[in-house]
């Protein structure tokens, strides 16, 4: 599904937070950061509030560490056309499967001695 700005395939993005100072708490830096992040949280809010609907976990997952101005554009978006974004959403848990893709290219546990 495409929307201003690319598609919605863009929205994960990498984080560029690197890790958490030492001594300060994962909220400083590093990717957990992005859960304390006011501004997400009201837009996934929005964003679950305009679906009037449950999120697929995968989707919501993606979500929580996609780039915020593809995160922004897409609420925009669902707002406006909440069916078709809500299809879009759960083809992502559906049809392209990334829980399973990982487990399928998940490295062997090796134990170190």
Avoid at 54 to 63: K, M, N, V
Wanted: aromatic content about 6%.
């Amino acid at each position: 599904m495409e929307f201003e700005g690319g598609l919605a395939s863009d929205l994960v993005s990498a984080s560029v937070l690197g890790p958490a100072p030492v001594g300060e708490p994962a909220s400083k830096g590093g990717p957990q950061a992005e859960f304390h992040v006011t501004d997400r949280i009201s837009l996934l809010k929005t964003l679950k509030n305009a679906l009037n609907t449950d999120i697929p976990p995968t989707a919501w997952a993606c979500l929580w560490l996609s780039d915020i101005d593809k995160l922004k554009e897409l609420v925009d978006a669902a707002k406006q056309q909440p069916l078709a974004y809500h299809g879009y959403l759960t083809a992502i848990e559906s049809q392209t499967k990334i829980v399973q893709k990982c487990e399928v290219y998940r490295l062997p546990h090796v134990l170190v001695t």
